[in-house]
């Protein structure tokens, strides 16, 4: 009995220690992203905007991670939430068709100055649902039954991926295949049974590729920047001259040259290249350990 109250003990001290590291990690990446995005958008005409942007949403977000962490797990695992969060994420996704579009794509909806894009929490509600459902089929022993687990899923997958696909934002709609089968190769469901959705979801991204030219231009843009290097290929070709730039050291914090009008929204889509530039491959690198650390923290 001493034994087992012993062994828990060490594994609450040991959980502990884990939570305070990434704690630690995830506050300090939350640093980073502000002070690196600053330095980024200083060529912009109001750098301050993004900074003060930035901080602004980083403390609502720390603030939240401080109350969601006292809530007990199992709330979430509640039909009633689940179901609820997942029709706010449709009702989200339609709601965006009555906003107007933004670079002829309907992802934004916007109240009193504040956006916010619903398919980002789309991929969070997605989570959550085959979290719950997988854990669900898993406990009545029917993850090996394609009809009562793979099928249903798919519907919703499949709806969400619709709405998303209509905005149009392709690489979201992609995201949500690749959790989709992800989550449901960790759960355990048979191979078999995803194989035999593999021809929709083939035929179906090749369609969606070939159905519109830009997004063939943008594939073979990233395939052979080269090809066109003023045109298509552009932004591709100088991020990676902004990534090589850098080399192992990089050139120091603010020194960017790519960031001056080279590369398209430095603060944003490219910032990773303006890191890259300034902190080289040492920081980079630990840039994408310091994710996979928080990825990875409870495994």
Known sequence: MAQAVRQNL???????????????????????GIVMVYS????????????????????????AMARLRRVDYHFYAQPKFVYGFLGVCFVLLLAVFLFAPINGAHRWIHFKGVSGQPSELVKIGLVLFLA????????DGELDD???TVAPASVVVGLMAVLILREPDLGTTLMLGLVFVAMMFAAGVP??????????????????????????????????PEKDPLGKGYHILQSLTAIGSG?????????????????????????????????GLIGAATLILAFGFSSGADY
């Not at 884990?18 to 990446?29: A, F, P, R």
């Not at 719950?132 to 406990?139: A, D, G, M």
Request: no cysteine; hydrophobic share 55%; glycine share 6%.
């Open 10 to 32: 060490l594994k609450e001290i040991e959980d502990l220690k884990w939570d305070l590291w990434l704690g630690v990690v995830t506050i300090g990446l939350v640093v980073f």
């Open 191 to 224: 191979l078999k049974h995803l194989f035999k959705l593999s021809p929709i979801m083939i035929l179906g991204a090749i369609y969606m590729v070939v159905k519109v030219a830009w997004r063939w231009d943008r594939i073979e843009a990233f395939i052979d």
């Open 146 to 148: 394609f009809w009562a």
């Open 247 to 279: 080399g192992v050291n990089g050139l120091g914090f603010g020194q960017s040259r790519q960031k001056l009008l080279f590369l398209p929204t430095p603060q944003s889509d490219f910032i990773f290249a303006v890191i890259s530039e300034e902190l």
């Open 40 to 63: 980024a958008s200083v060529a912009s005409r109001s750098p301050h905007r993004f900074l003060i942007s930035q901080i602004i949403w980083a403390t609502v977000g720390l603030m």
């Open 132 to 139: 719950w459902f997988l854990s669900e089929r898993e406990q």
